[in-house]
């Protein structure tokens, strides 16, 4: 197996596979390999073999020669085994070469779908523009341009408070508030395009709603202060 060795510690041998070398950085147990031959043609045993056992030819895997260790003792915990196995994912692996020379190359794995754009498929821009107004109709439930309006109102009275609640009505919702179900879908002009206008005209409805009950519990407090003066005299 080709690689680029970075460092070899007294228990690993950290490498880069030599056809990724800005992958991740590997590391294998120093007992798991049996050989490293460098450029240059020199070798380096670093596992010695047993006796009698064939080196294995360039690019065979093998496992460790290390010595089996002694059982361990009944009342000693026995540490859970660390696999020794890289995984990699399918899609990071365009070719695997197997030992005896042959090789595959793994096709590209199939992308993932969008889900939520999917439900936009099949669709023209009218039909997505209904849907996004139709979305803006159930989901956007801004509270803060009724309270806003209500609260100017109550300050300033009806008269004066006609010009920032206009104001309020015709600022459009900002992308962060439009409580969109399925925030992708807004990538789609069509269908930003719809849910943004219902949510504006929501928006607008809500304000002149809370300029509306601004305006009558502004007028009922002052009549009833008149009624109470009146009486008083």
């Known amino acids: 197996m080709l690689v680029k060795v970075l460092e070899i510690t007294p228990e690993l041998v950290k490498y880069h596979r030599f056809d990724n070398p800005d992958?991740?950085?590997?590391?294998?147990r120093k007992a798991e390999v049996i050989r490293l031959k460098y450029a240059n043609g020199k070798q380096e045993i670093l596992t010695p073999l047993a006796p009698g056992a064939a080196l294995p030819t360039p690019g065979q895997l093998g496992t460790a020669l290390a010595?089996?260790?002694p059982p361990p003792a009944a009342d000693s915990a026995t540490p859970a085994e660390q696999p020794d196995t890289l995984r990699l994912p399918v899609n990071s692996v365009f070719l695997v070469r197997y030992a005896n020379g042959t090789h595959a190359v793994l096709p590209p794995a199939a992308p993932v779908r969008d889900t939520a754009q999917s439900s936009l498929l099949?669709?023209?821009a009218e039909q997505r523009r209904q849907l996004g107004a139709q979305h803006a109709r159930r989901y956007y439930h801004q509270s803060g341009p009724f309270w806003g309006a209500f609260a100017l109102?109550?300050?300033?009275?009806?008269i004066y408070g006609v010009v920032p609640t206009t104001c309020i009505s015709l600022k459009h919702v900002a992308g962060r508030n439009l409580m969109a179900p399925q925030p992708q879908l807004l990538h789609d002009p069509?269908?930003?395009s719809g849910y943004q206008r219902q949510a504006n005209r929501r928006k607008a409805g809500r304000a002149w709603a809370g300029y509306s009950v601004g305006s009558a519990a502004y007028l009922a407090f002052f009549a009833f202060l008149a009624i109470t003066l009146t009486g008083g005299l």
Do not use: Q
Not at 23 to 28: D, M, R
Not at 153 to 158: E, L, Q, Y
């Open 67 to 69: 010595p089996t260790p």
């Open 153 to 158: 109102v109550v300050a300033i009275s009806p």
């Open 122 to 124: 099949g669709l023209n």
């Open 190 to 192: 069509a269908y930003a």
């Open 23 to 28: 992958g991740p950085l590997i590391s294998v």
